[in-house]
Every structure is written in C-alpha cells, then in structure tokens.
C-alpha cells in the first residue's frame, strides 16, 4: 500500500488523463483489504464503537461507503467538488431543482426530456415554480425570458432527439451576470465528451441509466456540484428527500462506468459512419447528428465537446414508414432508452414524446417519420445491412 500512496502522490503533480481516471479514480481499491473493487456494503446502519466517537457513516440514506465511492468517481470524472447517486435520473433532477423555492423561476430549453417536462408541468407549477420554454440556441430567446424572480437556467446539449446545439459558455456567463443558477443535463454526451463544469455551469447532471450504466441494466442518477457550497446544499437534499442510489446499483453503475470511453469511442466511430450512410439515402428526409458537415450546431458543440456522441436521429418520411421499420428490424432493441452496448431504435413520436400535443411535437421537429437510433457495439455493417432491409421492405 505504501508505493501506493506513493504513486498517488505523484499522481498530484501529473493530472491524469480522462481514460487513465476512468480506472484509477482512488477508490479501485479496497483500502482494508486490497480486493480490486468497492465492495458492497449492504447495510443500512453503523455501529457506533463510541457514541462520543460517531462512525464515518451512521446511516445509509445519509451515505453509505459503496454509494460514496460512486458519487466521488463521478465528481472526478466531471471536475466538480462533489457528486450524488439517485434511485434514477428523474430524481437527479427533481431533487436538483428542490434547490428552487416557491415563486422562483425558471428557463428550460423547449427540446428538454420528456420526463422533465412533465415534472416542470405537472408537478412543480403545482409548487408555486414558474418554467418558461426557450429555444436555447438562441442567446436572445433566454434572454427575453428574464424576469425579476428568475432563479435559474436549465440546459440540455445536444437535446433530444434532434440534437440541437446550446453554447454552454455564453449562457452561463450570461446567468452569472443575473446570478442565476445553471443545470445541464449531460446524459447525452458523458464526460467522455463533454465536461459543462469547465464552461462554468453549476450543477451536471446525468441519467446514469444510458452511457455511464452502459447495459440497459440499471436505472440511477448522478450529479456534481461545482462549488462544495452548493455540494452541501445537494447533500442536504439528497438527504432530506431520501433520493438515494442503493448499494448493488451504485456497484453495477461503476462497474459499467469502468469501460465508458472504450465503449463511447467504438460508438461513436459506428454512428459516423452510419449518419453518412443515412445521408447518402434518397429515401430518407433528414439526419440530426452534430458530426454533419451539415449540422447547423456543429461549430458551437466543437467548441464544448470532444466527440458527436453515440445518437442519431432521422426522418423517413412518414409515420407508416418509421412503423415497418421499427417492426422489420432485427439487431437493435425497439425500445425507449438509450446508451447501451446493444443498439436502441426509439420512435419518439409514440415513446418518449408520445405526452406531447402533435402540434408543439411538429413544431419541434419530432415528426411522425423520425427514429432514435442510438448505436451500441455491433460490428456497425451489420447494422447497416439490417436497417437497409428494414428500410426496403
Ligand atoms: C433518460 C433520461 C432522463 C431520465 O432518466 P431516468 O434514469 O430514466 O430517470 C433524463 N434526461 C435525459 C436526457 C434522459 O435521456
């Protein structure tokens, strides 16, 4: 253990490189024992040896080792002060916004997930918090929408599903002159990819069940605050609503985060390729992927982000059509989801948009013929072959 701590040490002088992070993130190894991962500590309540000497941890709803260990890998990982594990991502985000308070508003990019709209609409209006719905790649929009009790700014980047680009620096600096609190929802880009806390937003937040969980096997949420004042207030939070990750998630969720680049990098190269494939197609409409050439948001996302990510979205024309494609398909999963080794094919319009009204889901650009595809680890020709056939059919 000694040239352990050692090498640590050195660690200090040298930052380490993302990929190196991603396995050597100081709790790989089990302190007392030296077993090569966190163990789980299926628990509920410590013992205390001596109630004058309370343990590290009493009890697990306020912190748990093996949920620890988790929640200081993912604030690494983002380069924030401190990180938190939720039951899921939708409680990442509604405890996040727990930070708000009746009669507060709020400014949301319209193309924000479906389940945090919902939340915004049907739950927290009820609560006395206000939500006005921008187009966030329009400076002058979130701006516009400014008001004296507006409290805080909510970003999505790339949004989903047709990846529409938000400058991250130049929101956030625009709310750090209101003094306004800034969220971003990372899920889509990891950070792998994209590190917002460096752009200077407040709190990341992740769906950990897509890319971080990686197998369609764990449904959690993460955030990272980037200031261990608003760390302790999350903590408080996480805490006092009892929004917890348990311990085997909180390990299956490292154990998948482990081979996060690996599995991005191979990823990304096949859904490249595969977005190339679909524009060279007459049959099809449109393709959203900020790699495009095309891609009105491309120049902006290069500036925050270091990949186009794993997801892409196109039109086929018609809902008839995204129908027998979803049904002629035989590799990916005809799933809502995404992020996962197997591929996932969605259809918004009846899936994750399917709460929308037609109206404002056209206006968004989520029409009848568009289809998710996020791209897993099958060798990317084979899923080209399977689509085509689904295609011609
Ligand atoms: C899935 C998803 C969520 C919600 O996460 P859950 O883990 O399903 O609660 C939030 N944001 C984005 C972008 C998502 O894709």
Do not use: C
Not at 199 to 227: E, N, P, Q, W, Y
Not at 238 to 266: E, F, I, P, Y
């Amino acid at each position: 253990m000694g040239t352990r701590s050692q090498k640590q040490s050195n660690k200090e002088q040298e930052p380490l490189r993302f990929e190196t992070k991603l396995l050597h993130f100081g709790g790989e190894i089990d302190r007392a024992t030296g077993a090569s991962s966190v163990p789980i500590y299926q628990a509920s309540t410590f013992h205390h040896d001596d109630v004058f000497n309370p343990p590290l941890h009493d009890y697990s709803r306020s912190g748990n080792p093996t949920r620890q260990a988790l929640e200081d890998y993912i604030a690494i990982l983002e380069g924030g002060a401190r990180g938190f594990a939720y039951s899921s991502g939708m409680a990442a985000i509604s405890s996040s916004f727990m930070l708000l308070s009746a009669g507060d508003h709020m400014i949301v990019t319209e193309d924000v997930y479906g389940g945090t709209y919902r939340l915004l609409t049907s739950i927290l209006n009820r609560m006395g918090i206000e939500t006005t719905f921008v187009d966030m790649t329009d400076l002058n929009e979130v701006k516009a929408a400014w008001k004296p009790n507006t409290k805080a700014v909510y970003i999505e980047t790339p949004s989903n599903p047709t990846l529409k680009i938000t400058d991250v620096a130049a929101v956030t600096e625009w709310a750090k002159e209101h003094e306004l609190l800034t969220l971003l929802d990372n899920t889509f880009m990891t950070p792998y990819y994209q590190r917002p806390i460096e752009f200077g937003v407040d709190i990341v937040i992740h769906s950990a069940t897509k890319f971080l969980g990686g197998h369609s096997d764990v449904l959690a949420g993460l955030a990272v605050a980037r200031t261990h004042e608003l760390g302790e207030r999350l903590k408080a939070l996480q805490n006092g609503l009892g929004t917890v990750l348990g311990v085997q998630d909180s390990w299956l969720l490292m154990r998948g985060m482990k081979t996060l680049s690996a599995r991005m990098a191979h990823s990304e190269q096949s859904a490249a390729k595969l977005a190339a494939w679909l524009q060279g197609r007459s049959d099809i409409e449109r393709v959203y992927y900020p790699g495009l050439l095309n891609h009105p948001g491309r120049e902006v996302h290069e500036k925050q982000a270091s990949g186009y990510g794993a997801v892409v979205s196109f039109d086929v024309g018609s809902g008839e059509r995204a129908k027998q494609v979803l049904n002629k398909v035989q590799l990916p999963l005809v799933a809502v989801s995404l992020g996962a080794v197997e591929s996932i094919l969605s259809y918004p319009a009846m899936m994750s948009h399917a709460a929308m009204g037609e109206t404002v889901r056209h206006e968004r650009g989520i029409t009848d013929g568009l289809l998710r595809f996020s791209v897993g680890l099958e060798d990317i020709d084979d899923l080209i072959a399977d689509l085509d056939q689904a295609l011609r059919a």
